[in-house]
């Protein structure tokens, strides 16, 4: 596993009034080979990412991903995708072999997943596991990750609590 540029740790604002713990989080330099998606990617998304990265010149945030290993076998020392597929997709053709993450316990139980169209219906954390892990075509849009703070659900995408703004240069991630 490719963590030795473990940058720091960080934490998200406390949750619900049972837990009032921080959800922590480490920042880490990972290879993309590492990385396990459980959605799809829509192309027209993708160019638009790249654009802006190749235009700024730096990944805005970490992607969030959690580890595999508690898998076994061949998913040791990797990470699942949670949120970030396509700035995963954009660094790609870009030529980087290298991006920032998120790395967080999928395990918390303030976090939630719920259909990415309706926030009504819950997605079990094990369903997300199994389309990461089974070799199935997975689709995009498929559902959203959330933390509960405190009865709100806060997303995971573009949100200082799990997602912090590091402007990493593209050039240290090739």
């Known amino acids: 596993m ?3 540029n473990l940058l720091n740790r ?3 604002s406390p949750s619900s009034s049972q837990d009032q713990s921080p959800i922590k989080f480490e920042i880490a330099k990972i290879k993309m080979a590492n990385l396990v998606p459980h959605e799809g990617v829509i192309e027209e998304h993708i160019l638009e990412i790249k654009f802006e990265m190749e ?7 970490p992607i969030a991903v959690s580890r595999l290993d508690h898998l076994g076998g061949k998913w040791r020392a990797k990470f699942m995708i949670h949120d970030g597929h396509h700035r995963t997709a954009a660094l790609k053709r870009l030529e980087c072999t290298a991006i920032m993450v998120s790395i967080f316990d999928y ?3 303030r976090i939630k997943v719920f259909d990415y169209y309706d926030t009504s219906i819950p997605v079990s954390k094990e369903e997300v596991i199994r389309r990461a ?3 199935m075509e997975v689709t995009p849009r498929y ?9 709100k659900l806060e997303p ?3 949100n200082d609590l799990l997602e912090p703004r590091l402007r990493t240069p593209l050039s240290e991630l090739t």
Not at 55 to 61: A, K, M, V, Y
Not at 143 to 151: A, L, M, P, Q, R
Request: charged share 30%.
């Open 2 to 4: 490719d963590c030795s």
């Open 10 to 12: 960080g934490s998200a």
């Open 55 to 61: 235009r700024d010149g730096f990944q805005l945030r």
């Open 107 to 109: 395990s918390d139980p």
């Open 133 to 135: 892990t089974s070799g």
């Open 143 to 151: 559902d959203k990750h959330f933390i509960d703070v405190n009865g």
């Open 156 to 158: 995971f995408h573009d």
